[in-house]
């Protein structure tokens, strides 16, 4: 669709200290340029600790790359060791912050309602979610999957307005095609990308569904990006691995040459 910007997004992950990150940051404003991405959104979300880094490159070179964290609290300040607020992420010109990512639900056990809550925190700091859903192998192989993700887009969604759904990016990451070199197929990736704008139609109408981005997440290369992006319900892309590489995200970046 061509009212909806395609947005590649970088999530680094755990790497990189703020040397590092400084780093990649150059190499990729010497690897794009303006009009690449005027063409694409491109956005990295780096470790907190790099992020007054990113943000001094970025501002200071006047690169039209997005940056954002790779989560948030779901409170606003106070008693919570080792948490950071979204309002510390937004002074630090953050845009985006990635909630409920495969690893952090998994690892940290976020559940839908925790998903819910940092994704409403998103939105009281001025932040856009990149709200990342997606089936593990077990339910993808008993063909769950497409039920799976749009009950997780129900559950994150839950209570939100309509102006702060249209503006929501929904990540389908399936679980077992993440840093597994494992991709989906296009086809794979359309389905459950195609099931989900369907079901914003259903539940918030076609003017929500339609301007919401919806990017496809799981062993994303140069080499494959193209066609995924070709599919019509997936408007861009949530690398990992290759995204710490300057040569190859830009490569990503520019799918469409
Ligand atoms: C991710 O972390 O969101 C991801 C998709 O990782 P990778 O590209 O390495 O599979």
Known sequence: DVTRKPIIAGNWKM?????????LIQ??????TGEQLEAVETVVLPPFTDLRTVQTAIEGDKLAIAY??????????????????????AKLGCTYVAIGHSERREYHDETDELVNAKIKAAFTAGLTPIFCVGEGLSIREASGHVAHCTAQVDAGLDGLKEDQIKQIVIAYEPVW?????????????QEVCGAIRARLAEKYGSDVAEAVRIQYGGSVKAA??????????????????????????????????
Do not use: C, W
Not at 27 to 32: E, G, R, T
Not at 180 to 187: D, I, Q, R, S, Y
């Open 15 to 23: 790497n990189l200290n703020h040397y590092e990150a400084n780093l």
């Open 27 to 32: 190499k990729l404003a010497a690897s794009l």
């Open 68 to 89: 954002g964290a790779q989560d948030i609290s779901k409170h606003a300040s106070g008693a919570y060791t080792g948490e950071i607020a979204g309002s510390m992420l």
């Open 177 to 189: 095609a993440i840093g597994t070199g494992k991709t989906a197929t296009p086809e794979d990736a």
């Open 224 to 257: 494959n990006i193209a066609s995924i992006m070709a599919k019509p319900d997936v408007d861009g892309a949530l690398v990992g691995g290759a995204a710490l590489d300057a040569e190859e995200f830009a490569s990503i970046v520019r799918f469409k040459e």
